[in-house]
Each structure stands twice: as structure tokens, then as C-alpha cells.
């Protein structure tokens, strides 16, 4: 997806193989998740699902750049059922100090 927001690189790997199998299809085939880490882009979560075949519904932001609320939004606006993004990127913790799932607050309803 080349570079995002502030120059960051994106992952462009080659998942669409033009072979037999996909590596995406071999996941699947597996039983094994493969959700989306959203890219820096400025597309939205939905947007990007929509690139990729056979994402299941989770994601987790790349470099764990997002803004709140606005996250929020647009997760909700989305499919995706859950989010592992409240991690720090250094180290291993929640940035809420809860580790079990939670429905964020939303302060325009």
C-alpha cells in the first residue's frame, strides 16, 4: 500500500499469488485468522477490508497509529468485531491497564 501518513511504509506483500493457492487461501484453509493492520493510509477501515479477500473481522492498527475518538468511529462504521490495537508498541501492557475486552465509551450518544 506504499507510504501512509508521515512517510510511514506500509506492508506490500505479494498475497495475491497468481499461482493455485493464495497465501491468503492457505490461512483461511488452515483455520488461522488473518485480520487487517491498518495502514497509515488515510482510507477507512471498511475501505480497506474491502483489498483484501478473506480478512476476517479484526484488526490491529500498524505502528498503533490512531486517533481517539475518532478510531472508535470508524471501527464502528466497520465489520470489524475486534480491535487489538490498546497495546504499547515498546512494550508488552495495556495502555488502559485492562486486559480483557471492554465497549469504548461513546461520548456522542
Not at 72 to 93: C, K, N, R, T, Y
Amino acid at each position: 500500500m506504499g507510504n501512509g501518513a508521515e512517510k510511514i511504509g506500509n506492508a506490500d506483500y505479494d498475497i495475491h499469488n497468481k499461482g493455485t493457492i493464495s497465501l491468503l487461501e492457505k490461512v483461511h484453509n488452515s483455520n488461522c485468522q488473518n485480520g487487517l493492520h491498518k495502514s497509515t493510509q488515510n482510507l477507512k477501515i471498511a475501505e480497506e477490508i474491502k483489498l483484501i479477500a478473506k480478512c476476517d473481522k479484526i484488526n490491529r492498527y500498524h505502528y498503533l497509529k490512531f486517533n481517539l475518538p475518532n478510531a472508535w468511529d470508524d471501527i464502528q462504521e466497520s465489520e470489524i468485531s475486534v480491535d487489538f490495537s490498546l497495546g504499547f508498541a515498546e512494550h508488552f501492557g495495556y495502555r488502559n491497564s485492562y486486559g480483557l475486552p471492554f465497549k469504548p465509551y461513546c461520548l456522542k450518544k
